[in-house]
């Protein structure tokens, strides 16, 4: 037996720099079953609708979605939806029916049982290239139980409808693969990449600090006698340049590692400072000689 997922998701929320993100998921399993036969199936999908007490009397697979917090599972309740695809030929019924119908195997027309969940999934960020990062967060499906033993499960398909852009990233790029979860257990994985508008960095972080710099870096072409301005501008630059810092490192996510933006903000720091050091220096050499 087969089973195949679709998987139709709209991101309504991502939670920055922590490893959880918010999606709104339109699930689907599509299921082809030797054992069923089905009768007189309309070309139109949406006419071939079964109902939940029809549901009921055949099995119906349940995946779990690996990687939630509550490790939450497929339902087939009244916000499910079932219909059956007529893909494949039609026998005729023999005549010792009464009735007249056409025959349909479940290995050649699948079953497709969707319904909308709302979960949050558990990803992991990186964020040591800060603000050049790229992220991808996975959504990872299993079957439940040994039912995995018996059944393929296979990624169909995997489709973004939200927005793009979102509060922190855009989405890049959507895919779907199988893959393998501890203890060798077949699973599908949805990775959704996410990348960064850098823009707003730059502008907020990148460009004052440059800027800065500059101005501080421009006082070595002062005269000497100018020893007093050099020193105030070079303080002024390395105390604006402090409350700089301060600022975008309380908005920078708290991790263990050094991120690019540290090591940005800290070469800064240390331009005025150098330069402080170094007019001092001169004008020292200078008195001596």
């Known amino acids: 037996m087969v089973i195949q997922l679709l998987f139709v998701c709209h991101l309504f929320q991502t939670v920055l720099y922590c490893k959880n993100i918010n999606a709104n998921k339109h699930f689907g399993v599509l299921r082809l079953d030797g054992r069923l036969t089905m009768l007189d199936l309309n070309k139109e999908s949406s006419l071939n609708t079964l109902t939940l007490s029809s549901r009921e009397d055949i099995w119906i697979p349940q995946v779990i979605f690996y990687n939630t917090e509550i490790k939450t599972e497929t339902l087939n309740d009244d916000k499910a939806f079932a219909i059956v695809e007529r893909e494949m030929s039609y026998q005729r019924r023999n005549n010792s029916y009464l009735h007249n119908a056409y025959l349909y195997k479940g290995s050649e027309n699948p079953i497709t049982l969707s319904r ?101 870096f421009s006082t070595n072409y002062f005269e000497g006698f100018f020893f007093e301005a050099i020193v105030t501008v070079n303080l002024t630059s390395l105390l604006a340049l402090t409350t700089l810092f301060i600022s975008v490192t309380n908005s920078l996510p708290k991790t263990s590692y050094i991120k690019m933006m540290d090591l940005w903000l800290i070469f800064c720091l240390t331009i005025p400072f150098c330069e402080v050091i170094l007019q001092v220096a001169i004008t020292f050499n200078i008195v001596c000689v």
Not at 138 to 155: P, Q
Not at 186 to 209: D, H, K
């Open 116 to 216: 909308v969940y709302t979960g949050k999934f558990i990803c992991e960020y990186d964020m040591s290239v800060y603000p050049f990062d790229t992220q991808k967060c996975t959504a990872v499906f299993i079957m439940k139980g040994n039912s995995g033993e018996f059944l393929d499960l296979v990624g169909r398909n995997a489709e973004y409808l939200g927005p793009i852009d979102l509060p922190q990233y855009f989405v890049m790029d959507t895919t779907i693969r199988q893959m393998t979860v501890p203890p060798n257990t077949n699973a599908v994985q949805v990775e959704i990449i996410f990348g960064r508008r850098l823009l707003s960095t730059i502008l907020s972080s990148y460009l004052p600090t440059f800027l800065i710099c500059l101005v501080s």
